[in-house]
């Protein structure tokens, strides 16, 4: 299968891949971000922890990184643009998946 294949790097695909995953940006840059896009009052995807949020993460100690966020287009202002889950890359293109908590 494609995960088996060797990649250019020598390793096998699913490894290349791992090592990707693995090489994402630190926690601690990634909570500076965080803290910044928070301060941000035009962001929409800041209120994972907002009240009328809340209820829409399964594990509330696991929001997503707000880098990753889809923004949904809502026609009622009252059911928001939050859904707790996470952009991921598939192996040909970017931003085609989405990662979320749990069914």
Request: charged fraction near 25%; include cysteine.
């Given at each position: 299968?494609?995960?088996?294949?060797?990649?250019?790097?020598?390793?096998?695909?699913?490894?290349?891949?791992?090592?990707?995953?693995?090489?994402?940006?630190?926690?601690?840059?990634?909570?500076?971000?965080?803290?910044?896009?928070?301060?941000?009052?035009?962001?929409?995807?800041?209120?994972?922890?907002?009240?009328?949020?809340?209820?829409?993460?399964?594990?509330?100690?696991?929001p997503p990184k707000?880098?990753?966020?889809?923004?949904?287009?809502?026609?009622?202002?009252?059911?928001?643009?939050?859904?707790?889950?996470?952009?991921?890359?598939?192996f040909r293109k970017?931003?085609?998946?989405?990662?979320?908590?749990?069914?």
């Amino acid at each position: 299968s494609y995960l088996d294949k060797t990649s250019h790097t020598g390793l096998t695909n699913m490894e290349h891949e791992f090592k990707i995953i693995c090489d994402v940006k630190s926690d601690e840059e990634d909570d500076k971000e965080n803290i910044e896009s928070a301060e941000d009052p035009s962001n929409v995807n800041e209120n994972s922890q907002n009240v009328n949020n809340r209820h829409k993460n399964r594990l509330s100690n696991i929001p997503p990184k707000i880098l990753y966020v889809p923004v949904l287009q809502c026609e009622t202002d009252y059911l928001g643009d939050y859904i707790n889950a996470a952009f991921a890359p598939s192996f040909r293109k970017q931003n085609r998946q989405f990662l979320t908590q749990l069914p």
